[in-house]
Structure formats: structure tokens, C-alpha cells
């Protein structure tokens, strides 16, 4: 008998990339040289695009008796993936580029969280304090892959204690870590005893240096004891990096990850901690079945300009009484309205069965979002910004996480008004976020999927951000300014 295998149980979504280089005080179009505009965009574009090769190129093919086998790689993989690229290239402020504390230190931050608790236990994990990680963003990822055994109670003591790299100078040698245990943050000599048993590799802290970022820090620390600058970790004349590096993904099976890593703020103090490796400050992945079945009160503005009779009044000025929809909307004008009218147009299907009866179809909606934060971070950890962006979608009755996104990040938004007076004068409150969100809309009856689309999404308030990700053509598309 031939065997057939089974139809997945749940849709396929198209996977979705978005990745940043940092966001802050970036010199306006016209006084950013050629030369460096063109290396943000060829370094932005070829990472973006193997990342784009690397999740669309399928996994090797499974026994037919694996039905539910994946077919391309996991948001996780793709997202470190993303960043590990990032880390290697010294223009940004991650990895290789870190940027050097007061006291001429590298300190790495990294984390990684995943929007479905089925994918991995832990969901979310940070780490900080790095001074021999190569690639902070794999123990980042190393520590959620084994949080579901360190949950369970396995500590991985069998695990030879000195897996991985050689120690380096001035490291501890007499921790006890047996395990991440059920930690979230973990800091410095402890996180990197984690990396050892985990297999990554270390490296001297001589790595980390690049001419570029000592000058920067020497440069700053000069203006501020001159007293030409408030701070030396910001400068009006000059962009010093206080933002991150950071990759949104979504795989086929619906799962977001977001992936951050960086080396801080220029002349940050040694041992701050940033945004970066907090839970809900600096980066946030999250699923949830949405339960506003229906749009909230409208305003009395809003009742003037709608037909009578609420939403059915609307199906039925639209002529919606017939069976199916009477009017096709192209997927731009879709979004245009999506833009500019009330509610109900947000979470419309991206397409609609054919009923049999004219009543309008019952559905339920599960949403999911994932953002990434750059920028001062010490403003997204007051702001718990990340966490913050989901929670307003989530709950907030018909706001799109794109909405949510610019009401924090974007001009005006949350982050800016947090710097009150302050604002363009020491950096604080500057930054910007990218994200996916996700909607799969199903028929509450035999749960059927009537359908399911992604989006990507970015916003800034400072003067630029930069980031490229891949459009929904599958073209990649590269952006520093508000204006291009």
C-alpha cells in the first residue's frame, strides 16, 4: 500500500527576516560620506541576503514516515544566523565592533527569544558581561536550547568540564556551573563558564579591539573633560554608536525569533547592563489567541462618518449580503484601508472562504509579534520598551503591532517623550525597533484556516536606523533614513 503523508496540521507561512545595524544620532543624508553609506549598504545587503539563502534553502528530505518533519530552518536558526554575521563585521556595534567602556574595556551583551513556549521552554535569555565570547549571540542561544533540561532538573554534570575554548587570562577558574540551572540573565565570568561547558569558542579580548571604536572612545572622553559634551557616550557632532545589532525571523511554522546582540554604549561604565540582555526591555517575542471578538465603541466622530447599524451596517454599504465577498481589494489598497479605517479592516483574512449562508464568518485569531530594540538603552529599560509594543497590541482592542511599534519607537512615541526637556541633548530616549508580526485568522467551527500573513516592521525617532530585510517579493531592500 502506498503511504501518503499526512496534510500538515497547521498553515505554512512564507519565513520573514528583518535584521539592524543601530540606531542614534546618524549623520543626515547629505553629511554621511559616500564611502561609509556604501559600506553600511553592502555590508546590510549581503548579510541579509545569505541570511535570505540560508532560510529558504531546505533541509535534507526525511523518511516519508516523518510527516511533521521540517522542511527549512527554525526562526531561532535563522535569526542567530543573522546576527552571528553582524557580529563579524567590525562596522557594528556587536562582536568584533563592540564599543570600549570608560575604561577601555569590551563588555558584550547578547540575547535570544522565541514567541512560542512549545518551541523552547525558557523562551527568552540574556547575557552580559562578556569578555572572551567570541560570538555572544551563540551562547545566547546555546543557553535557551539547554533551558528545557535545565528546567527539567538536568544539569548536564556529566558534561566534561573543560569543554571548549582554553581559559584566558584573568578568568575565574573555581566556579560552580553546572548548568544555566533555571536563570534567565546570566553576568560575566559565570556566563562565560557556561560558553566553556557549552563548546564556543573564547578568544583573548584583544579581538574585540578595532582602531575605529578606541578612537571614538578616546575622542569622547576628551570632549566631556573639556567640557564640550554633557556626556561621553553621545555627541551632537559626531554619531557614537549606543545601539545594537538585531535580526527578526519567522519560519514556516509560524514562530518568531529575535535575536540581539551588542557592545553597549560608548564609555558606558564597566558592569553596566543595557537593554540588550533584559527580558521585555530591549527585545520581546510573544503568541496569544486574540479575544476582542468584537471592535470597541466607536468615538462620536466615528459614528457621524460610519453607516448605521455598526459593522453589519458597514458589510451591508459594502453590498457583503451576497455570498463571499462582493468587493476584491487588491493586498495594497487591503493595507491602505487597513491604514485608514476603523477596527474591522486591521485583522481582515487575507482571504475568505465561500459560505454557503450570508451570515459574516466566526473566526478566531491568533497573533504574534516579535520585536527588536537599538538605541539608548537605558530608556528601553525604563520603559520595559519591547514588552511594552506587544502588550499595547495585545491588548489594545484593533491596534496592529506596527501601531504599537511607532507609538513607542516612532517620533512622539514613548521613547522620545521619556527624555522630556532633555531630548537632543544627551541621547536619551533615541532609538528605533524592527519586528514581524504574524496573524493567522480560523474559522471557529472546524478551525480551519482562512488565512494567515506576516508583516515586517520598522520605526525610528532618532535620525536614522540602520536595517535591511527582505520584501514581500523576495527582493532585498535597504534603509538608514525616515525619507528615502
Sequence with gaps: MEYKIPAPSGPKFKPRLIIHGGAGNIPP??????????????????????????????LPSKPLYSPTARRYRAALD?????????????????????????????ELEASVMVSRPSSHAKRGVGVTGLRHV?????????????????????????????????????????LDVPSAQGHTLIHGPTAEALARRYGLELVDPTYFFTQKRWDEHVRALERERSGGAATASWSAAEFLPQGTVGAVALDEDGVLCVATSTG??????????????????GFWAEEWVDHHDAPPPPSPRQRQQWPS??????????GNNASGPAIELSSDLRSFLADCLPTPFLYAPVEQRQRSDRRPPLTTTTRAAAVSGTGNGDSFLRLAAARTVAAMARWSPGLSAAQALSRVAGPGGELQRSAGARWGRTGEGEGGMIGIEAVVERDAA????????????????????FRAWIDDSGAARFKIWRDE
Aim: hydrophobic share 35%; net charge negative; charged share 25%.
Design 29 to 58: 543624508r547629505d553629511k554621511m560620506p559616500a564611502e561609509t553609506y556604501a559600506a553600511y549598504r553592502e555590508s546590510l545587503l549581503t548579510i541579509v541576503s545569505k541570511t535570505d539563502t540560508y532560510m529558504r534553502t531546505p
Design 78 to 106: 535563522i535569526a542567530t544566523y543573522a546576527v552571528t554575521l553582524l557580529e563579524n563585521d567590525p562596522l557594528f556595534n556587536a562582536g568584533r565592533g563592540a564599543v570600549f567602556t570608560r575604561d577601555g574595556i569590551n
Design 134 to 174: 567570541k560570538h555572544p549571540i551563540q551562547l545566547a542561544r546555546a543557553m535557551l536550547e539547554h533551558g528545557d533540561a535545565d528546567l527539567g532538573g538536568g544539569s548536564n554534570a556529566n558534561t566534561a568540564k573543560e569543554a571548549g575554548g582554553e581559559r584566558q587570562e584573568g578568568e575565574e577558574l573555581d
Design 264 to 281: 553597549g554604549m560608548t564609555n558606558k561604565l564597566t558592569g553596566r547592563i543595557g537593554d540588550t540582555p533584559v527580558v521585555g526591555a
Design 309 to 318: 447599524g455598526g459593522w453589519q451596517g458597514v458589510r451591508d454599504y459594502l
Design 446 to 465: 472546524d478551525g480551519g484556516v482562512v488565512g494567515a500573513r506576516a508583516a515586517v516592521l520598522h520605526d525610528h525617532n532618532s535620525t536614522g536606523m
